[in-house]
């Protein structure tokens, strides 16, 4: 069934009970199967009680026949290029994202080297207020996990 056939059944539907659903849901799904197995008949037939089943000529339902297979290949073709177009759109913006995520990445990178380099700098140029400093932050830690 067509995504677009069933959001607007289901859009229309909404307040209906649910076996009135169902039979209108029902009802649509054959006339939509019915309206597309018209459409590749041509010609008229004839039971067996002499009726004419499907009507008109053979010459307007064979230009009838060909212009909507032309519609249906045009409609094809925009569908094939449209994705093609979204395809190399999505393509090219995941190309710019992970490139922009491996920048960050190396940025970071970069600082925490930097940083880890500043306090191996800081630690040798001051070594006792390193320690006194990690001694006071050993303690307080100390005294909020004890509780």
């Excluded at 054959?30 to 008229?44: I, K, L, P, V």
């Excluded at 009726?51 to 000529?57: E, I, Y």
């Excluded at 010459?59 to 212009?67: N, Q």
Aim: with cysteine.
């Amino acid at each position: 069934m067509p995504r677009a056939f069933t959001f607007l059944t289901r859009k229309r539907l909404r307040g209906a009970t649910p076996r009135s659903r169902l039979a209108e849901t029902t009802q649509e799904k054959n006339m939509a199967e019915q309206n597309m197995n018209q459409g590749g008949s041509t010609g008229s037939t004839t039971g067996t009680s002499g009726t004419t089943g499907t009507s008109g000529t053979s010459g307007s339902s064979s230009s009838a026949s060909s212009a909507a297979q032309d519609k249906l290949e045009s409609s094809r073709t925009h569908a094939r290029r449209a994705a093609e177009d979204l395809k190399t759109a999505a393509t090219s913006m995941a190309g710019d994202y992970a490139d922009k995520a491996t920048q960050v990445w190396e940025d970071a990178r970069v600082r925490v080297r930097t940083l880890q380099e500043d306090g191996e700098d800081y630690v040798r140029e001051n070594p006792m207020k390193a320690v006194c400093t990690a001694l006071g932050i050993g303690f307080v830690l100390g005294l909020i996990f004890r509780r």
